[in-house]
């Protein structure tokens, strides 16, 4: 149990466009989402942690109207990389908390993205 | 903010040897936690630890929360090549928002 997805699994956009990406838990309804970055050998860097039904709240430095969260149910969380430009290429991880969890988090398998 | 210092940045081990990593933080957690992450994919979660003292296995894994709740180790026997990845620790200050602190990982390579 507690599986969590993403899709997709990688993505190769032009400059100026933007990307979705779809976070899903599959077995258990998520109180909280959050939105990681991740750079080769670092390690995960908060984005945001996002609510079912209300707004994300964003990590100091994080741009709100860059990268766009949506948490429309307790089981689906988007994150919308807008405009997207080259210094945006990253590996992105989604993670969700169960309720009543424990305080565990469980991680998506990540989605990487490529902004040419 | 809160930190977390986790040591050694990387380990290259023998197959068949154990391992020792362990994180310190500036400041008290409720719930300790390990993950491990390969090449490519998202953590996956080992062990979770929630008493102050609390030693917990998994397999040939063994955590332990620090009795000051300040610290945790985590230890791997009997290494295998596919303990090879990052392994993270993770604390949560309790609440109901379920965020982590993470450390900075530790780099694993287990020679054949």
């Known amino acids: 149990g507690a599986v969590v997805s993403q899709h997709p699994s990688w993505v190769i956009c032009k400059s100026g466009t933007s990307v979705k990406i779809e976070c899903r838990s599959l077995?258990?309804?998520?109180?909280?989402m959050f939105w990681y970055r991740q750079f080769p050998k670092q390690s995960l860097m908060l984005m945001a942690t996002?609510?079912?039904?209300?707004?994300?709240?964003?990590e100091q430095g994080v741009e709100k109207d860059k990268f766009l969260i949506n948490h429309a149910s307790l089981t689906l969380s988007t994150l919308t990389v807008t405009s997207a430009h080259p210094e945006d290429s990253s590996f992105y991880i989604c993670?969700?908390?169960?309720?009543?969890?424990?305080?565990?988090?469980?991680f998506g398998p990540g989605t990487r993205l490529t902004v040419l | 903010g809160q930190q977390l210092n986790q040591s050694p940045q990387s380990m290259f081990i023998q197959e068949g040897e154990d391992v020792s990593m362990n994180c310190t933080s500036s400041?008290?957690?409720?719930?300790w936690l390990w993950y491990k992450q390969d090449p490519g994919e998202g953590p996956v979660l080992l062990i979770a630890?929630?008493?102050?003292?609390e030693l917990t296995s998994n397999g040939r894994l063994t955590a332990q929360f620090g009795i000051t709740r300040k610290d945790s180790f985590l230890n791997i026997s009997a290494s295998i090549p596919s303990d090879v990845g990052i392994y993270f620790c993770?604390?949560?200050?309790?609440?109901?928002?379920?965020?982590?602190?993470f450390g900075k990982g530790t780099l694993l390579t287990v020679n054949p």
């Open positions: 993670s969700a908390a169960r309720l009543a969890g424990g305080g565990w988090q469980f």
């Open positions: 077995d258990f309804q998520a109180t909280t």
């Open positions: 996002s609510n079912e039904g209300s707004k994300a709240t964003y």
């Open positions: 400041s008290i957690f409720n719930t």
């Open positions: 630890l929630y008493k102050a003292g």
């Open positions: 993770a604390g949560n200050s309790g609440g109901s928002n379920y965020k982590l602190t």
